[in-house]
């Protein structure tokens, strides 16, 4: 069964406005982890966020994490044409010790110029 | 440095054929991970290697897939008597050691016709 799910599955948006991608698990983790994925080849990294941490900042992300509610939300901030992609939590489970991930379905952003 | 690579990028073969496919993960990277994507979907886990400890195999599908690594480098994945339904694409990852940031390779775009 899938660990995360995202939320929405699509969202289209003008340039410049703000994305917001939801991501929920259903068992603890070690850490939660958002890649970007281009044209379904390579996965890019974007932020790894520890179960003790809330709050990361990267550039224009922002990730937010609540253990309590087992639930992550992703913030694309003055979204650019560029930033058109599928975008995946990944979460590594707590009761696995190899670290696998386990993504969810991902959220496709079409960010229109 | 380099990143994950991959080879082949694209792989279009016969149902019933064997294929391989090779990941060199990024130099020093204890940890190597096989996954699966099919068309539209997120992630699915296969296999994992750290060092000289016994692989994960636990999201092999099936007893046609098998992988190996020599020490921590080249990994190949190998899928035997290949079926239509494993045409997707594989995505290899590495990292320092669990529970850090997995970065993957661009992939291999398998075609089982």
């Known amino acids: 069964s899938q660990q995360g799910e995202e939320d929405p599955q699509a969202l289209s948006i003008q340039e410049g406005e703000n994305a917001t991608m939801n991501c929920s698990y259903k068992?603890?983790?070690?850490?939660l982890q958002w890649y970007r994925q281009n044209s379904g080849r390579g996965l890019v990294h974007l932020i790894l966020i520890r179960s003790n941490e809330r709050e990361k900042h990267s550039g224009r992300l922002r990730v937010t994490l609540d253990t309590s509610k087992k639930s992550s939300s992703l913030l694309i901030t003055a979204s650019r044409a560029a930033d058109t992609a599928s975008y995946f939590c990944?979460?590594?489970?707590?009761?696995?010790?190899?670290?696998?991930?386990?993504f969810g379905q991902g959220t496709t952003l079409q960010v229109k110029p | 440095g380099a990143g994950v690579s991959q080879s082949p990028s694209n792989k279009v073969t016969e149902k019933g054929k064997d294929v391989e496919l090779r990941c060199d993960p990024i130099?020093?990277?204890?940890?190597l991970y096989w996954y699966r994507q099919r068309l539209g979907q997120g992630l699915e886990f296969l296999i994992y290697?750290?060092?000289?400890?016994?692989?994960?195999k636990s999201g092999l599908p099936s007893d046609r897939f098998s992988a190996e690594r020599t020490g921590e480098s080249v990994s190949t994945l190998t899928i035997q008597r290949t079926q239509q339904e494993d045409s997707a694409v594989y995505l290899c990852a590495s990292s320092s050691y669990i529970q850090e940031t997995q970065y993957f390779g661009p992939g291999t775009r398998l075609l089982v016709l």
């Open positions: 990944a979460t590594d489970a707590r009761s696995s010790n190899t670290g696998k991930l386990i």
């Open positions: 290697f750290q060092g000289n400890s016994a692989p994960d």
């Open positions: 130099s020093g990277h204890t940890a």
């Open positions: 068992t603890s983790i070690n850490n």
